[in-house]
Nanobody
């Protein structure tokens, strides 16, 4: 069973929007924080956005004002709304979650490609 399942990636034109979704399996419980990371070819994975239990969000400077993270009330689904996408946003995007321990969970990744 895959702990986290993400979807929504694909090919989009510059300036367009895309929404990524992540769903936690029933075996993944008591999550208090979640977010999204991305990885460019040949680079290390980097943080894109996080949302904490109190609803506090944080964003990488490169996506501020364009991306928005949200989650459902049960904290088992979360989303990344990506607006005004740029070619430099092209990457593999991974959803992420943490629960008490802390214990981390990762999705398998969904490819986002921004190209004209």
């Amino acid at each position: 069973q895959v702990p986290l399942v993400e979807s929504g990636g694909g090919l989009v034109r510059p300036g367009e929007s895309l929404r990524l979704s992540c769903a936690a399996s029933k075996s993944v419980s008591s999550l208090y924080g979640m977010g999204w990371y991305r990885q460019f070819p040949g680079k290390e994975r980097e943080l894109v956005a996080t949302i904490a239990g109190g609803g506090i969000t944080n964003y990488a400077d490169s996506v501020k004002g364009r991306f928005a993270i949200s989650r459902n009330r049960a904290f088992n689904q979360w989303f990344l709304q990506m607006n005004d996408l740029k070619p430099e946003d092209t990457a593999m995007y991974y959803c992420y979650a943490v629960r008490q321990g802390p214990v981390e969970f990762w999705g398998q990744g969904t490819q986002v490609t921004v190209s004209s």
